[in-house]
């Protein structure tokens, strides 16, 4: 099996685009090898003015690439090895965890079916937190995928726990996990002490990461979680259409590609049958599908669904089963018609891996590389510049910079420069639409463009100066 994962270390994409997340995970790396504040990501900001991006991420990605490290921000290739070692784990965990369910050959499949589907392999070319979050939770929920009345051995119990200190510590949505184990424990009491002792484990993992080692200003996190919540209308059927189309895009054949709609109704009948035996993967599935329902956003798009993705494909095949055990004598050509199915559906994401070989867009493209380069020549190293990627900004040019905030009237955004005084801004060029171009931008130029001068420009953006 590891021989047929081994291909996804190779990654034909390795430079980052735009969205400077990856960034900030960057900039809290370099934080650890300096001794820095987790927190300390050269943005300024008006504190009066709601914040642009969480103070820190969880450390544990941060920490997954600090093998890596490296002073030149310009070398970030190194830094992919960590999302193609963790497709590969995942899709190594995702087969440990449906082997305990189903044959040897199906198993097999259905991880090659999650390491290479387009959405995956997609994944794997951004420097994102999403791939070792869904490794570390698959590894923690194969050990505890026992029946009920099952006991789980004392090396799972502390492998799970573990497991599910490294997912929270990636991402935050690994709290669910605290939910899953109560229903879990309260639904098979064999379980309630395991339950207890993974929960513990995984916290104190967690704190010791988060808290004492890195700390990661968790107050602050849940400020700006809440507020940015409090900020969007919530709307259960938006959001239920808005993740089935997503759900739809991962049959990407026309016209079977309405199919991903058939999962919802397939899921629900799942969980009827199984009401009375539902394991820790089916509560997390549940716990996180709330999740995704009641978070009123939407920028992520399909990949937000990806945890779900590996839990949702088991749980189909548990559907699948009851009809096929019947004609078992018929295994190989059944056999033979998933990995067709499965052929079908990872090919083009094959290809497209095997023929981009590189972005076209983003900071380490030449025209990235030219707007930098123009950032740090004709700015003074203690400059603050305005734009839609502060954070990309400060790792590659070590300016510092702020932002431009949604629902905030222009002339209160203008104040607010002034008294940062932030000087330089970035923007793209008059009727360009692109990375840094969005309604805050052109609104505020509307309002106050005339108060700036051009520095220099490339094709596609300009630097400008306040006059």
């Known amino acids: 099996m590891l021989l047929l994962l081994a291909p996804l270390l190779y ?11 990856f960034a900030q995970y960057l900039l809290q790396t370099r934080n650890i090898v300096e001794g820095r504040s987790m927190q300390d990501k050269g943005i300024v900001a008006d504190p009066a003015l709601p914040a642009f991006a969480i103070p820190a991420y969880p450390v544990g990605f941060p920490l997954l690439l600090l093998p890596f490290y490296s002073s030149d921000p310009f070398r970030t290739a190194p830094y992919f090895n960590v999302p193609a ?7 190594f965990a995702c087969f440990l965890l449906l082997r305990k369910r189903f044959g040897v050959t199906t198993s097999l499949l259905s991880a090659l079916l999650i390491a290479y589907h387009p959405v995956f392999l997609q994944a794997k070319t951004e420097l994102l937190s999403d791939l070792p979050f869904i490794a570390f939770l698959l590894l923690g929920l194969q050990a505890m995928a026992t029946e009920k009345e099952e ?26 996990l605290l939910p899953t184990l109560l229903a879990w424990s309260v639904f098979d009491r064999s379980k309630r002490s395991a339950a207890g002792k993974i ?21 602050g996190i849940w400020q700006f979680y809440r507020g940015a919540i409090a900020a969007q209308p919530l709307l259960l059927t938006d959001q239920f259409i808005f993740y089935l189309l997503q759900l739809n895009a991962l049959f990407w054949i026309s016209p079977f590609s309405w199919t991903g709609g058939l999962i919802v109704p397939g899921m629900l009948v ?39 993705i590996p839990l949702l494909l088991r749980n189909l095949l ?12 018929f295994r190989r050509y059944l056999h033979v018609a998933y990995a067709g199915i499965v052929l ?6 094959i290809v497209d891996w095997l023929t981009t070989l590189e972005r076209n867009d983003g900071p380490e493209s030449p025209e990235g590389k030219r707007i930098l380069s123009i950032v740090e020549q004709k700015t003074p190293k203690d400059a603050v510049i305005i734009c839609a990627k502060p954070r990309a900004i400060q790792w590659y040019t070590g300016r510092r910079a702020t932002y431009l905030i949604d629902g905030v009237l222009p002339a209160r955004i203008d104040s607010a420069f002034a008294q940062l005084n932030a000087r330089y801004l970035i923007c793209e060029r008059t009727g360009r639409p692109g990375a840094f171009a969005d309604d805050k931008m052109n609104a505020y130029l509307l309002s106050f463009g005339d108060r700036y001068v051009p520095v220099d420009s490339t094709k596609q953006l300009t630097l400008w100066l306040r006059k």
């Open 318 to 329: 548990s559907l699948v089963r009851p009809f096929v055990l019947p004609v078992l004598q």
């Open 11 to 21: 990654s034909s994409v390795r430079q980052p685009d735009w969205g400077d997340d």
């Open 151 to 176: 006991p789980i051995s004392r090396r799972n119990i502390v492998f799970a726990g573990l497991s599910f200190g490294l997912a929270m510590s990636m991402r935050l949505t690994g709290f669910l």
């Open 270 to 308: 799942y969980y009827w049958r199984k009401r009375d035996s539902l394991d820790a993967a089916d509560w997390f599935l549940l716990a996180y599908a709330g999740l995704l329902m009641t978070i009123p956003y939407q920028g992520g798009g399909l990949r937000f669904l990806l945890p779900a």
């Open 199 to 219: 929960a513990g484990i995984a916290l104190l993992l967690f704190a010791i990461l988060n808290a004492v080692l890195f700390p990661i200003d968790l107050p």
């Open 85 to 91: 070692l963790s497709l590969l784990l995942a899709a």
């Open 344 to 349: 079908v559906l990872i090919l083009p994401g």
